[in-house]
């Protein structure tokens, strides 16, 4: 998984995240303002721990 980051002066302003397996690749691109404890919380709800790890050592000011 590839996960790119856009930051603003007081928030992440874009998000890109990229994962390729051998059969499939998943690419997402989301502009604007971000809010990574809810973008965490909806990736524990969908059961994506990676996901959910990345963002929340994101939300609290670690790289990926």
Do not use: C, R, W
């Amino acid at each position: 998984m590839v996960v790119s980051v856009l930051h603003g002066p007081n928030y992440i302003q874009g998000l890109m995240v990229m994962a390729v397996e051998p059969d499939e690749a998943t690419f997402v691109n989301i502009v604007g303002e971000l809010n990574l404890s809810t973008m965490a919380q909806l990736a524990g709800e969908l059961h994506s721990q990676e996901m959910e790890a990345v963002l929340k050592n994101l939300e609290s000011g670690g790289g990926e």
